[in-house]
Nanobody, 121 residues
Framework: QVQLVESGGGLVQAGGSLRLSCVAS????????MAWFRQGPGKEREFVAA???????NYAASAQGRFTISRDKPKNTVYLQMNSLKPEDTAVYYC???????????????WGQGTQVTVSS
């Protein structure tokens, strides 16, 4: 059974940093793209960042320059380093796995339960 488990969320002041982790189990994901999405209060789920099986990355404009996605293939883990956090980054952050790097949620096959990130002003 495929399972994605996120961790690392929490409460942080504006300007601070957090590092999210997502551990995948149930199969080997080295041949797949992994991504982070987020859903803020009253908002739709939106793309944040993704990394391909070869290490290529793609970022939303809101994340470019502040967030860094990386992966550890032997550990089946993807990370999201978030710096210079803003109150508008407050959301539940979800890890996802899909065949290719895409920015739409429908393109991803597996999802975690999410981890809450709250940025105070």
């Amino acid at each position: 059974q495929v399972q994605l488990v996120e961790s690392g969320g929490g409460l942080v002041q504006a300007g601070g940093s957090l590092r999210l982790s997502c551990v995948a189990s149930g199969r080997t994901f080295s041949a797949y793209a992994m991504a982070w999405f987020r859903q803020g209060p009253g908002k739709e789920r939106e793309f944040v960042a993704a990394i391909s099986r070869s290490g290529g990355t793609n970022y939303a404009a809101s994340a470019q320059g502040r967030f860094t996605i990386s992966r550890d293939k032997p550990k089946n883990t993807v990370y999201l380093q978030m710096n210079s956090l803003k109150p508008e980054d407050t959301a539940v952050y979800y890890c996802a796995v899909g065949n290719l790097v895409r920015v739409t949620a429908d393109e991803y096959n597996y999802w975690g339960q999410g981890t809450q990130v709250t940025v105070s002003s």
